[in-house]
């Protein structure tokens, strides 16, 4: 019997319009409490796959009749069979085409804006892992900014707005998710920045991001320039765009700030980042609008689906801007840390260049949740 299939974009667009859905998550509950799709108006119930074998009808009660019902599992398969379940009984049900891993990998581009002279920046948004990448385009150029591993989205994209890509940042060696960054360049010959104090254990060849380094698009001149940022990594680096955005890599979030620990060094780079958010991003003008490497939590999305701030709000809103004592600030950012991220380590050593996984074994990294920030 068929039953209703869902891609990743529908429901991400049920995120983004901010509308009501149930869903009934079949995957075992540890899964289901570690990562899950968000949504403001989304409710839930939980209940393995196991446990409704012998049928669905214990579970209805629970399941509410004024909204529409998705069920999603790990890799659709389950949620198939329960959706089907539910149809038989007269409850209508749709299930996530590919499960939980096509939600990981689903990009919903975003426009942020204009830039001088017509250029435009978008954003990346990744709704199942919470990672945000960036194109600006301009007069027929495109530079890309932590781009996730789907290099062919980013190369499609730009074709699409028959603009070649020049050049490719990382803002810092990432460990929560697989840069699609040098795969962007080797596929269009753009130059792959990455910061050289962050890369020396990386095995292939790229341009070192430095401070000050100044890259100037299309006919208008839009510059993209670079401002040292240390203290998630010691290489991080931030982007200041047009004099109107700041790309703030996995620095300064809109809800927390960075993590400094997941190259082990916590204690070692606290100071660097309490330098970055209390002295260097201070120099900047409040109105640079602050544009992220990730977002938490789904509440953190406008209303238009991206993720966005102005600068001088986050330093009256945002907890971790706000610390007055530098021996809090120590203990914050040091004692008060989530779970590190799936896989972290590993995906380092992609990153470097030093492993080399399969498709698999690259969604295996990535599922679940980022871990970026300081909760």
């Known amino acids: 019997?068929?039953?209703?299939?869902?891609?990743?974009?529908?429901?991400?667009?049920?995120?983004?319009?901010?509308?009501?859905?149930?869903?009934?998550?079949?995957?075992?509950?540890?899964?289901?409490?570690?990562?899950?799709?968000?949504?403001?108006?989304?409710?839930?119930?939980?209940?393995?796959?196991?446990?409704?074998?012998?049928?669905?009808?214990?579970?209805?009660?629970?399941?509410?009749?004024?909204?529409?019902?998705?069920?999603?599992?790990?890799?659709?398969?389950?949620?198939?069979?329960?959706?089907?379940?539910?149809?038989?009984?007269?409850?209508?049900?749709?299930?996530?085409?590919?499960?939980?891993?096509?939600?990981?990998?689903?990009?919903?581009?975003?426009?942020?804006?204009?830039?001088?002279?017509?250029?435009?920046?978008?954003?990346?948004?990744?709704?199942?892992?919470?990672?945000?990448?960036?194109?600006?385009?301009?007069?027929?150029?495109?530079?890309?900014?932590?781009?996730?591993?789907?290099?062919?989205?980013?190369?499609?994209?730009?074709?699409?707005?028959?603009?070649?890509?020049?050049?490719?940042?990382?803002?810092?060696?990432?460990?929560?998710?697989?840069?699609?960054?040098?795969?962007i360049a080797e596929a269009t010959g753009a130059v792959y920045y990455l910061p050289a104090k962050d890369a020396e254990?990386?095995?292939?060849?790229?341009?070192?991001?430095?401070?000050?380094?100044?890259?100037?698009?299309?006919?208008?001149?839009?510059?993209?320039?670079?401002?040292?940022?240390?203290g998630h990594t010691i290489g991080s680096t931030s982007f200041v765009i047009d004099n109107r955005y700041l790309l703030t890599g996995d620095i300064l979030f809109i809800d927390s700030i960075g993590r400094p620990d997941l190259a082990g060094l916590a204690e070692d780079w606290v100071g660097d980042l309490r330098s970055t958010l209390y002295e260097r991003y201070r120099e900047l003008i409040d109105d640079l609008i602050v544009l992220p490497a990730h977002f938490m939590i789904v509440e953190e999305l406008n209303a238009d689906g991206s993720v966005a701030k102005r600068l001088g709000d986050l330093f009256a809103e945002n907890h971790g801007l706000n610390i007055n004592d530098e021996e809090e600030f120590r203990t914050t950012v040091t004692d008060n840390l989530p779970p590190q991220p799936n896989a972290y380590k590993q995906i380092r050593q992609v990153n470097m260049g030093k492993l080399k996984p399969s498709y698999d074994e690259q969604i295996e990294m990535e599922i679940g949740p980022n871990r970026c920030a300081v909760r």
């Open 1 to 183: 019997m068929a039953v209703n299939k869902w891609t990743a974009a529908e429901v991400a667009q049920k995120v983004i319009d901010n509308e009501k859905l149930f869903i009934l998550d079949v995957r075992n509950k540890d899964a289901f409490e570690d990562w899950k799709i968000e949504g403001k108006q989304f409710d839930y119930l939980n209940i393995p796959y196991f446990e409704l074998l012998d049928g669905v009808e214990e579970i209805l009660p629970q399941i509410p009749t004024d909204r529409e019902l998705l069920v999603v599992c790990a890799k659709e398969g389950s949620s198939i069979m329960v959706a089907q379940m539910l149809d038989e009984v007269g409850r209508k049900a749709a299930y996530l085409e590919g499960g939980m891993k096509s939600w990981s990998t689903y990009l919903e581009p975003i426009k942020i804006g204009d830039l001088t002279g017509g250029g435009e920046l978008y954003q990346f948004v990744r709704l199942g892992k919470g990672c945000l990448s960036y194109m600006i385009i301009a007069d027929g150029e495109a530079v890309v900014i932590d781009a996730v591993r789907f290099a062919d989205i980013f190369v499609d994209f730009a074709k699409a707005k028959n603009a070649k890509i020049t050049h490719v940042f990382d803002t810092h060696l990432h460990a929560d998710h697989i840069s699609g960054g040098r795969q």
């Open 201 to 230: 254990e990386v095995v292939f060849d790229f341009e070192n991001l430095t401070d000050g380094l100044k890259v100037q698009i299309g006919a208008a001149d839009i510059a993209v320039e670079a401002l040292y940022s240390p």
